[in-house]
């Protein structure tokens, strides 16, 4: 079942525009929409199944794309001087990357990063450090 990206859709004209992998954007009508959809928002991911219309082709059955699981992974690695690693690697709904590096230390104090790509190959990269004794 194809999918693609809602670029437009307007309940009050009663349909709109999903932008394809072939960038030819195809059309869809409120009757397009699933059983129980009663709308669909801008950029929101969609599955549809494709029709010949009466001015060509265009999407039924159109519903919200099922999310992608969340694969998380953890990596705990203790150096010889006790301090202590752990990585955590999750995908979240949208299919963004995120890795999270947290250092502690023997004395308590924890250094994490946070790394984030995106679909597009965006990165963003958040650092925090945390002063945090153990009791």
């Given at each position: 079942?194809?999918?693609?990206?809602?670029?437009?859709?307007?309940?009050?004209?009663?349909?709109?525009?999903?932008?394809?992998?072939?960038?030819?954007?195809?059309?869809?009508?409120?009757?397009?929409?699933?059983?129980?959809?009663?709308?669909?928002?801008?950029?929101?991911?969609?599955?549809?199944?494709?029709?010949?219309?009466?001015?060509?082709?265009?999407?039924?059955?159109?519903?919200?794309?099922?999310?992608?699981?969340?694969?998380?992974?953890?990596?705990?690695?203790?150096?010889?001087?006790?301090?202590?690693?752990?990585?955590?690697?999750?995908?979240?709904?949208?299919?963004?990357?995120v890795i999270v590096d947290a250092?502690?230390?023997?004395?308590?104090?924890?250094?994490?990063?946070?790394?984030?790509?995106?679909?597009?190959?965006?990165?963003?990269?958040?650092?925090?450090?945390?002063?945090?004794?153990?009791?």
């Amino acid at each position: 079942m194809p999918q693609g990206k809602v670029k437009w859709f307007s309940s009050e004209k009663a349909f709109g525009f999903i932008e394809q992998d072939n960038d030819n954007d195809i059309f869809v009508h409120v009757t397009g929409l699933a059983d129980g959809v009663t709308a669909i928002d801008k950029d929101m991911l969609v599955e549809y199944e494709v029709e010949q219309g009466r001015k060509g082709p265009q999407a039924v059955n159109v519903k919200p794309a099922a999310a992608p699981a969340v694969v998380v992974e953890e990596e705990v690695i203790v150096d010889d001087e006790g301090d202590v690693e752990v990585i955590e690697t999750a995908v979240d709904d949208e299919g963004n990357v995120v890795i999270v590096d947290a250092i502690e230390d023997a004395e308590g104090n924890v250094e994490i990063t946070e790394i984030i790509e995106d679909a597009e190959g965006n990165v963003e990269i958040i650092e925090i450090d945390e002063e945090a004794q153990a009791d």
